[in-house]
């Protein structure tokens, strides 16, 4: 297993939620920011939420108000609790470990989740 290891993704209604989780094998407050990021078809990845060691987060616009970024620091976890899901946020996701909160060649990632928004 790599350093982080995402669960959580799969197949789910418009409106459904979905929770992902990404555990490291690192104390996660070593890292300056760990975030949830995601790639469309011939796309980069691209932020969408993510917290910093001190706990402040960032969110991309387009998921503002529907999901939520969080972390438990005795369990090394962080997790995305994407409710009111569109089909438009179908993608892989990926957590990152790394040092800002754009994409860096410094990043740690995960092995990805696909999230399918679907009817």
């Known amino acids: 297993q790599g350093l982080l290891v995402e669960s959580g993704g799969g197949l789910v209604q418009p409106g459904g939620s979905l929770r992902l989780s990404c555990a490291a094998s690192?104390?996660?407050?070593?890292?300056?920011?760990m975030g949830w990021y995601r790639r469309f078809p011939g796309g980069e990845r691209e932020l969408v939420a993510a917290?910093?060691?001190?706990?402040?987060?960032n969110y991309a616009d387009s998921v503002k108000g529907r999901f939520t970024i969080s972390r438990d620091i005795a369990k090394n976890t962080i997790y995305l609790q994407m409710d009111s899901l569109k089909p438009n946020d179908t993608a892989v996701y990926y957590c990152?470990?790394?040092?800002?909160?754009?994409?860096?060649?410094?990043?740690?990632w995960g092995q990805g989740a696909q999230v399918t928004v679907s009817s």
């Open positions: 990152k470990a790394g040092t800002t909160w754009s994409v860096s060649r410094f990043d740690y």
């Open positions: 917290i910093a060691r001190g706990g402040s987060t």
């Open positions: 690192a104390r996660i407050v070593s890292f300056n920011v």
